[in-house]
């Protein structure tokens, strides 16, 4: 699966500050639902919780992966953050975040594009000159450039 082509420069901030997981998924939503991948905002910030709450999507390395099945998405979506600040994410690492990828996906689609979104972004992200890369990039246009495999 090519990840660039659900993530859109309009879905990538690569300066975003957020006290919180909640409100770091929340403001992540929202570039989402601006790109217009969401049908109702509210319901997927509360599915991609529900998810967050019964385990953390902190996947260590400074990584979260927050993701939600929902029926407020449209479309297959994908956005990316870089923090200002690291946000405490509840990581299997114990460190906090200092990038994620937020994946939304209509209920309907949920079984394969899921898994299959969800498992080529952590292939690479395992790699730390992946990680580096998306760590030094300057521009959306540089992580699409990174995503583009």
Do not use: C
Request: aromatic letters at 6%; proline letters at 3%; hydrophobic letters at 45%.
């Amino acid at each position: 699966m090519n990840i660039a082509s659900i993530l859109r420069t309009e879905t990538i901030e690569l300066n975003m500050t957020a006290a919180t997981k909640e409100e770091a998924i929340a403001k992540m939503a929202a570039l989402v639902g601006n790109a217009g991948f969401l049908s109702d905002q509210d319901q997927y910030v509360k599915d991609v919780l529900i998810r967050e709450g019964s385990s953390s999507t902190g996947i260590g390395f400074g990584v979260a992966i927050p993701h939600g099945k929902s029926s407020g998405v449209k479309s297959a979506a994908l956005a990316f953050a870089k923090f200002a600040e690291p946000v405490e994410w509840a990581s299997m690492d114990g460190q906090p975040v200092t990038m994620a990828f937020l994946i939304g996906v209509p209920v309907e689609q949920a079984g394969q594009e899921h898994l299959k979104i969800l498992t080529t972004l952590a292939r690479k992200l395992i790699h730390e000159s992946f990680r580096q890369t998306l760590t030094d990039a300057a521009s959306a246009e540089d992580v699409l450039k990174a995503l583009d495999f």
